[in-house]
């Protein structure tokens, strides 16, 4: 950072009556973690940067390598709206490094950036527009449950949905942080929601995604609720999901128009759609990465599980939208919001440049809804499934060269080895279910 660009950040930071700056960065998982630093101390990490054990956080490093440094993106400074105007606090996203000033390979914000740089090199650039869904339950002395705080339906008003006003909070919260909020509503299920914020670049979209569920957590707290972005956390009803539009341009023109095209795509837009489906089954460890993801992928509650692409079908993998022009993109409708979205926007832009390389075609598009499929009629058709678990989506990304490469060895260690961890403490477990079902009659 050029010493010009730190002295208008610390102009900047003075004259927003700053008390505390957090450095903010992201877990391998996903998770967000900060590291809080009185105001004094901000010229400090803009020059040098901060350093912490990385040896503590989640999928980093051993212990004999724990110097890990954390080095502000000014691009990224807001300030908290919702922290008290007496102790304003700011916030930067950070990326990492190792000893000797090396972007630390295990930093998902890092592979991210990377492969960005890649299709940079094909002239393309990637813009992601996530639709985050997300329930806000009671809290009962000081815990989160399962209790609803509303039993409003899809696109309700109060008082069916009584969460309205979180949501306006959230909202305010977020246009004070930069986020273009496009639209929010009631989800179909009791106490679900959704907030939609403009598509950009995939990197800021990425840091945005963390942004927006911290801030959903935060202020739902203030309400005395718990806002979960949990895949399933009911079962017999929705699970959330977090539907991601993705779309490259060229030239500063979407690339994925072509109107005398097949249905108005270009080539390039074909060939995305089939590298996406090609490796679709890989890119599910990452979109889905936890044991009740897959509790989600599955038949008649909306959330896609059959690798198709359709123009308008919702039952399909992969949508494209009816808008046209410069809004021409491709849905992709499995990842869930308790994914990493550096990661997971990584592996579908891998997946993407991938078909574009080697011209991957997709299949005939499928504009039936595929859940009344019999199984023989879906084999016919030749629409596979995804993967059914988190072992067997692991066992998918293992095979993946592409994606492997993509990830880094340091990545895909660390998610084999939570995969197998998670996987085995679920098989140990006993549950509830099974007491019921087993405990009276045997």
Known sequence: MSSKTVDQMLERIDADLVKFVRLQFTDVQGQPKNAAIPVEQAEKALTDGIWFDGSSIEGFTRIEESDMLLKPDPSTYTLLPWRSNDARVARFVCDVYTYGGKPFEGDPRYILKKTLEEAKKLGFTFNTGPELEFFLFKMVDGKPTTQFQDYGAYFDLAPQDAAEDVRRDIVLALTKMGFEIEMSHHEVAESQHEI???????????????????????????????????????????????????????????????????????????????????????????????INSYKRLVPGYEAPCYISWSNTNRSALVRVPAARGNSTRAEFRSPDPMCNPYLTFACMLAAGIDGIKNKIEPPESTDVNIYHLSAHERENMGIKMLPASLMEASAFLNKDKILKETLGAHVMESLNNTAQMESDAFRLAVHPWELERYLANY
């Open 196 to 290: 939609d914020f403009k598509y950009d670049d995939a990197l800021v979209t990425a840091d945005r995604v963390i942004t927006f569920k911290f801030a959903a957590k935060a202020l739902a707290l203030r309400c005395g609720l718990h806002a979960t972005f949990m895949a399933k956390p009911i079962g017999g009803i929705n699970g959330s999901g977090m539907h991601t539009h993705g779309s490259l341009a060229k030239d500063g023109k979407n690339a994925f128009f072509d109107p005398k095209g097949p249905k108005q795509l270009s080539q390039t837009a074909m060939y995305y759609i089939g590298g996406i489906l090609q490796h679709a089954q890989a890119i599910t460890r990452v979109a889905n990465p936890t």
